[in-house]
């Protein structure tokens, strides 16, 4: 956790470092640059990693943590080389092993800063993101191996991180890919993704030797409208 939290403070610090060198050059010490704002729709899969399973994506038992997952979002960029980003997904996840499993519906918002390495001005458009959300999810747990099954709701901190591609055209059209990853800051038995650990008939705790931070990527395409002004 700690390297991931290292690696949201490099792209932030990228991000400003950028502006700073680069801003004088591009539009002169005074010079006010072209400010954006776009609206985007992303769509496809989502893909639960953590307590309930761990098989990687595309491997033989994949399919059990395969799901989907829609996203809306809005842009504003006032700096020449990145973007603020407010984020909402809906996602669905799921996990089954030999003695779990779990299927859930999460909302998570999130407030994201998007480096833009070879700037915004540019109709192709790479970039990076991070940032802080919470998951709010609804759970329906399984405990096979007692027979037990439980509904519980969490909210659970998240630091969003991915990378994305954005072609916008002269009409201001945009279409992309985006591929991301949302780390849980915790997995205790208060807050987690898939409802693992948790304490059964108030003596077991079942769980109590993962420490595995859970996971879920999401990969979709994006579309959207880009405005200049």
Not at 78 to 97: E, M
Not at 120 to 139: E, Q
């Amino acid at each position: 956790m700690k390297k991931i939290l290292l690696l949201s403070c490099v792209i932030v610090f990228i991000s400003i470092s950028t502006f700073a060198q680069r801003r004088m050059n591009r539009n002169g010490l005074y010079g006010i640059s072209e400010s954006t704002f776009s609206v985007n729709l992303s769509s496809g899969l989502s893909y639960y990693f953590g307590d309930a399973e761990r098989s990687w994506m595309f491997s033989q038992y994949s399919s059990a943590q395969t799901n989907f997952y829609v996203q809306s979002s809005l842009s504003y960029s006032f700096w020449p080389y990145a973007k603020l980003r407010a984020n909402i997904i809906y996602a669905k996840l799921s996990g089954a092993r030999a003695s779990y499993s779990f299927k859930s519906g999460l909302f998570e918002p999130d407030f994201l800063i998007e480096a833009h390495p070879f700037g915004i001005s540019s109709p192709m458009d790479i970039y990076l993101f991070t940032g802080v959300g919470i998951a709010l999810s609804n759970i329906d747990a399984y405990d096979i191996a007692y027979d037990y099954r439980r509904t519980l709701s969490f909210s659970t901190p998240v630091i969003p991180l991915g990378l994305g591609y954005t072609y916008t055209f002269g009409s201001g059209f945009q279409l992309g890919a985006d591929f991301g990853f949302r780390f849980a800051t915790t997995d205790s038995q208060t807050s987690n993704l898939d409802g693992f650990p948790y304490t059964f008939n108030y003596t077991i705790i079942r769980g109590e030797a993962s420490r595995f931070i859970d996971i879920y990527y999401t990969l979709g395409i994006t579309v959207g409208y880009l405005w200049s002004f």
